[in-house]
């Protein structure tokens, strides 16, 4: 058997204090063999120690340079990021997987038992035997535009939570001013916040000519839709460049559909929930402005709650669902919508065109209260 490798590949399984790290290669027979093992911590210095540790491991087995090699990690929060970040700056092939493919993928090896080093060994495989897509950010400031929006979002979940204090406190017999004053306070902070991370979101968006490119034709054609919300749908995906249908979409968003049925009889079937719930909160917000307005969401929503009357929310989100497809149609083809598209294809189709992926409404913007930006 030659035990001569033909590709080689590093895996790293990240948590909050330490990541585990799996350098191996694959045989020209095809097996998986590895070439070591390794924790560090989750910080500058293990990072650092990470990087040169691995180019090490490629300098003794890659010797010619002529080997392909990959990267593979999984998303986790935030805790992957500086490593993720660190790995691009050095110019390294870094792919980052959807933890549920890697998982679908361990299962399919036959692996059933889970733990950092294991899962890390895995992935390794997985990054030996499979060709990924490298990470890179779409635009230059799409991950600070990230972490800004979040930012945002955080301050209007706080800010309502105190708006509801506030109101309970007024109608409690047993509360002081002192408590209703601090409150106030609160909410006064909040709205400086507000309109300060808001001004940072614009001279982010302003300054990123490649961003503003192709989402200012999204929002100047597609008017259930601001700024809010097309730049959280485009930051929450980095460009869509994990993204490569729209099922992978539907379901990174958590708009997948889980099937309740056993023999005769048929349960409630709902949507997962398991994806970005940033993306469902922006897209829940414009579908309520979009069903107010004539033009084709607000058909497809009365003629999704005529047939379920007592699931309302089942249309609610269908509109959402097909907002969500719009942007990524759009975004991808680097176009603007044609009002005129439905009307041609309705035209063309003889009737009604029920799953047209192009569809235009009126104007949204959020309570003026909470923000100054328009969803």
């Keep these: 058997m030659s035990k001569k490798l033909s590709r080689l590949g590093c895996g790293i ?61 999984e998303p986790t929060g935030v805790y992957h990021e500086d490593l993720l970040a ?32 294991v899962d890390a060994k895995g992935i390794c495989k997985m990054a030996c035997q499979s060709k990924q897509k490298q990470w890179q950010p779409s635009s230059p400031n799409i991950m600070k535009l990230r972490s800004a929006l979040r930012h945002r979002k955080s301050l209007l979940d706080s800010q309502t939570r105190y708006k509801n204090q506030l109101h309970a406190r007024k109608h409690s017999s047993w509360s002081g001013y002192s408590e209703e004053e601090s409150l106030q306070r609160m909410i006064a902070i909040i709205d400086e916040e507000l309109a300060a991370i808001e001004k940072i979101i614009k001279k982010l968006y302003k300054e990123d000519k490649v961003l503003r490119g192709r989402l200012q034709k999204i929002i100047d054609s597609v008017h259930d839709v601001g ?27 958590g708009y997948d559909i889980i099937q309740n049925q056993s023999g005769q009889r048929e349960g409630r079937t709902k949507i997962s929930k398991r994806g970005n719930s940033r993306i469902r909160a922006v897209m829940h917000m414009s579908s309520l402005t979009a069903i107010q307005k004539q033009g084709p ?3 497809m929503f009365l003629r999704i709650f005529r047939r379920n009357p007592k699931a309302k929310m089942k249309a609610y989100v269908a509109v959402q669902r097909k907002l969500l497809l719009l942007i990524y149609s759009l975004y991808k083809k680097d176009e603007a919508y044609d009002p005129n598209y439905h009307k041609i294809l309705q035209k063309e189709m003889g009737g009604e065109q029920k799953s047209s992926p192009h569809l235009k409404s009126g104007l949204h913007g959020i309570d003026v209260e909470k923000s100054t930006l328009p969803i």
Aim: proline share 2%; net charge positive.
């Design 13 to 73: 399984d990240t948590s909050k204090k330490d990541f585990y790290a799996c350098f191996g290669g694959s045989r020209l027979d095809g097996s998986f063999v590895v070439k070591g093992s390794r924790k560090f911590d989750n910080n500058s210095s293990g990072i650092k120690q990470f990087i040169e540790w691995l180019n090490k491991k490629l300098a003794k087995h890659n010797t010619d340079s002529d080997l392909p090699f990959q990267i593979i990690m």
């Design 86 to 117: 660190k790995c691009y700056e050095e110019s390294l092939p870094v792919c980052l997987v959807l933890a549920q493919r890697v998982k679908f993928y361990l299962l399919s090896m036959g692996q059933i038992s889970k733990t950092d080093k």
């Design 227 to 253: 700024l809010i919300t097309v730049l959280t749908v485009v930051a929450e995906t980095n460009g869509f460049t994990e993204v490569r249908s729209q099922k992978q979409l539907t379901r990174f968003a």
């Design 297 to 299: 969401l607000r058909n």
